[in-house]
């Protein structure tokens, strides 16, 4: 986590950030300069450089954290972006850090996100 405070980042990520994130950049009528900035505000969430990583691989990224209550968040935006984006579980499910990401939290102690991340790997065409 390079920038931004962590505990900064953490009470974003718990307030639903993500999902609001997700909301907007999956809007079609949003512009693709609001949908850039969502994006670098993803990376600073993540604690990443702008720039490095697409905002589906950002979720499979907090997809392998270790708190489940991140998880189920970036599991809640992956859904949301199957759901409202047109053929993306197909083109989710071919990105290694949502592959990754879900396979991690396949394998959590908490039951519930064990069960959302197997439902999602399903979906994802990657079980």
């Given at each position: ?57 950002l979720l499979g ?9 991140t998880q189920r ?55």
């Open positions: 986590m390079l920038q931004g405070n962590a505990a900064t980042r953490f009470r974003l990520l718990h307030g639903r950030t993500l999902t609001s994130l997700t909301q907007t950049i999956i809007d079609p009528a949003i512009s693709s300069a609001v949908k850039e900035h969502m994006l670098t505000a993803a990376d600073g969430l993540a604690g990443n450089p702008p720039g490095e990583y697409s905002f589906p691989q990224l907090f997809c392998s954290a270790r708190l489940p209550g968040e970036a599991m809640g935006c992956l859904q949301l972006m199957a759901e409202k984006v047109e053929g993306s579980a197909a083109r989710l499910g071919q990105l290694e850090e949502v592959k990754q990401g879900l396979t991690a939290a396949a394998a959590s102690a908490d039951a519930q996100v064990a069960a959302e991340a197997g439902s999602l790997l399903q979906l994802f065409g990657l079980r």
